[in-house]
Structures are given as C-alpha cells and as structure tokens.
C-alpha cells in the first residue's frame, strides 16, 4: 500500500514525519477554494479536504491523504489572501479577538473514506503599524488562511490558544493519528 500526501505543504510534510510516517508520494490537488453561498467554515473546510481527496489520482489499494485548514472569524471564512492589502485587512479584523482555526482531514482508500475535524480558538493581539508591516513585509502571510503562519512570525502575535497547536498549524496530529491507525496504517 501506497500513501499519498495530497498537498505541497511543507508544514504537513513535517508534520507526518513526527507520527513516524514518510508519503510515498506527494501529489497536491488542484481544486477551486471558493466557498459557497452562505456556507458556514467547519462545512466549507471539511468539503475542501474531500474535494482535494477526489481530485488526486490513485490506484485502488493507494491511501491517499488530505487537508485544510481554514480561518474563520464567526460565520466569516478568512481564506489565502489574494494580496498584502487583504492579509492586512485580515490580521486588523483579527487583532484583540479570539477566532477559530478549522482542520479538517479527510484519508480515503479505494472507496473508502475516513474524515475528522478538529477546531481550535486562537486570540491574536492587536498588531501596531510597525508590527503589521513588518508581518507583510516578510511575505509570510502568503498561501496562509486568514493571512498567517502560527509557526513563524505570527507566533509572537498569539497570546493564547486552546486546541491543537498542529491543527493550527495545518494537520491535527492527534486525529491524522487516528485515521491511520483506522485505516491499518503502522507507524
């Protein structure tokens, strides 16, 4: 049996590697992000993983594996900014409030599909002008829902979070675990 990682993150690359498991292959899906009309995030996130499941090619005995990770800000989604002008409208509407981080994974094996969600609140500080620009000088917030990476810079701007650390960071561990011990996965 094959796995396939069906993303080009890094983070989730890395992340896999603290369960113990190396993908055999790494074929990111190509699929349009757009929420639906009145489509509310831990929907809209958990539909994103599925998608990006079906959209990667594989054999009937590939174990295949996808995620997303979305921001929202109550019944707001905050997707990858489009540019530094929406990643600072991002990080404004954030600063001195708390949001949810929603990851969502989805395993799938021939027909069979294995998915869990998992939703942390996070509260980031209200960021000064000096500390805005610098954040979307460094180009981090780029490919990033809701315009930043926990795992770098942004660390700095989060005071506080109660959930799992790498879910907000792009792969929940903890349930990743569990959908591969599900699918007869040894890690």
């Known amino acids: 049996m094959r796995l396939i990682l069906g993303s080009a993150s890094p983070r989730r690359l890395d992340l896999l590697a603290q369960l113990g498991i ?15 009309a009145r489509e509310l995030p831990r929907p809209y996130c958990a539909r994103m993983a599925l998608e990006k499941l079906r959209a ?41 409030r708390r949001h949810s981080v929603i990851s969502a994974v989805a395993l799938g094996r021939g027909g069979r599909v294995w998915q869990r969600v998992s939703v942390s609140a996070v509260k980031m500080k209200r960021l000064s002008d000096a500390e805005l620009n610098g954040y979307l000088d460094s180009g981090e917030w780029r490919g990033k829902a809701g315009g930043y990476a926990i795992q770098g810079r942004a660390g700095a701007f989060i005071p506080w979070i109660s959930g799992s650390f790498s879910a907000i960071m792009g792969l929940p561990l903890y349930e990743t675990a569990q959908l591969l011990d599900a699918a007869g996965v040894r890690r």
């Open 56 to 96: 990667v090619p594989a054999g009937p005995d590939d174990l295949v594996l996808c995620a997303d990770t979305t921001v929202s800000l109550g019944r707001r989604i905050l997707g990858k900014p489009r540019d530094a002008g929406e990643a600072a409208a991002f990080l404004l509407k954030l600063g001195g």
């Open 22 to 36: 190396t993908p055999d292959a790494i074929s990111p899906a190509d699929i349009d992000e757009t929420p639906r």
